[in-house]
């Protein structure tokens, strides 16, 4: 959509200018008549070419935003302007990315626009969330109070995230380095007893002749292999950044056996976490749940969530659509509607959360102490198997030297 500059007077007849996004020049009009302004001049923005983030590259983390988010906060309370602080926080910010964008902001809101309207200039670095959270906090008054909680929020949803991500990186770790050790035993140490065997001569046990099999087919179908690996994870990867694939990927994570209930207890931590938020921060209803669905992370989730907004649209309570999605425990539905019919629903949305972590960290304990004895045992039945495949023959060697 293009943008308009302006520059009016209001009702006081005081100048203000600044960027107005619309379909055309005469909807900008219409749209600042409406804002009771007195237009002196408008015309369309001149495109600027794309700014590039940093010459690094570096990214924005979500730490980088919490950081920000609670310093903005401190410095609004205590009365300092939005423009003022953030022009102090751009000269202390470590990351040259989010320097760069907290420039651009400030340039922005001194050429007349919104704090949260400067913001969703850079979704890639501000989310939905954060967005609609600071224009909750500008419309209300209470900027620096939503600012604190949007940080406690992004501090909450960064420990999940590393839970969820620490019960995985042990098992992948050890995994993968069993994998390599026996790939290569397979293909070095295994060739060289098959010439120790074939100098020996005589009938070797079927499971060294099995494993003699396998060595010799990935010594020449490796790197094929290696190959067709490497097409099928693209292939992959591809169908999931698709709309089906991704909705069937999430629904199959959502009923996998060992790591099914746990994204589950995730999904519904996040979906409550942010709903509390949200709702505590004087978002609409309506909006609340777009934003819910839209930064949840998984299409089932997403789906039934914008499903229960449609309905809460049409008169529905908020926890009956949710129940007849199936995602969403009856507990937590149940919730829900006591919060609902009480007025208490950011309370209980924020006991849901609050269950819904500590369920995440006995799951994440329960996970690794079950998967770690599963890792070693794989390690006994592979490793060991090879090795009792190789000396098999070995006790028959004085048997064969002797013919």
């Known amino acids: ?51 590039q983030f940093s010459r690094s590259g570096k990214k924005v983390k979500l730490d980088d935003l919490v950081v920000f988010s609670r310093q903005l906060a401190t410095m609004i309370d205590t009365g300092i302007p939005v423009v003022q602080s953030l022009g102090i926080l751009g000269e202390q910010i470590e990351n040259p990315s989010l320097r760069v964008v907290v420039a651009n902001v400030k340039q922005n809101i001194e050429a007349g626009m919104s704090f949260s309207d400067a913001l969703a200039k850079h979704p890639q670095v501000f989310s939905d969330l954060f967005i609609n959270m600071t224009r909750a906090g500008e419309t209300s008054g209470m900027l620096d109070e939503v600012l604190d909680r949007l940080a406690s929020y992004l501090e909450k949803a960064a420990a999940l995230t590393r839970k969820v991500k620490s019960s995985l990186v042990y098992p992948a770790v050890v995994v993968s380095m069993a994998l390599l050790i ?98 505590r921060s004087g978002v609409a209803i309506l909006n609340a749940l777009e934003i819910v669905a839209k930064t949840s992370g998984n299409k089932v989730v997403e789906k039934a969530v914008l499903d229960s907004r449609a309905a809460v649209r049409e008169g529905e309570p908020i926890a009956k659509p949710l129940l007849k999605s199936g995602v969403f425990p009856p507990m937590v539905c149940r919730m829900i509607g006591i919060g609902e019919q009480t007025g208490q629903l950011e309370k209980m949305l924020s006991k849901i959360a609050d ?30 198997g090879i090795v009792i495949a190789l000396f098999m023959p070995i006790f028959k060697i004085t048997e064969l030297v002797g013919r």
């Open 355 to 384: 269950f819904y972590d500590e369920q995440v960290d006995a799951a994440v304990s329960a996970l690794t102490s079950m998967i770690e004895p599963m890792v070693i045992a794989f390690l006994g039945i592979v490793i060991g």
């Open 182 to 279: 026996t790939a290569v035993l397979l293909i070095k140490v295994v060739p060289t007893f098959k010439g120790i065997f074939d100098v020996l001569g005589g009938t070797l046990p079927l499971p060294t002749l099995i494993l003699i099999g396998i060595s010799d087919f990935l010594r020449h179908y490796f790197l094929f292999g290696v190959i067709l690996l490497v097409i099928a994870g693209f292939l992959f990867r591809r169908y999931i950044n698709t709309e089906k694939g991704r909705y069937k990927f999430d629904d199959f994570t959502l009923k996998m056996a060992v790591l099914g209930p746990l994204s589950r207890k995730v999904a519904v931590a996040k979906f409550a976490r942010t709903f509390a938020t949200l709702v």
């Open 1 to 51: 959509m293009p943008s308009f500059q302006y520059i009016a007077k209001d009702r006081f007849g005081s100048n203000t200018a600044g960027v107005i996004e619309a379909a055309s020049e005469s909807e900008a009009v219409e749209a600042l008549h409406a804002k009771e302004l007195i237009i002196v001049s408008v015309e369309q923005a001149k495109k600027k070419p794309a700014r």
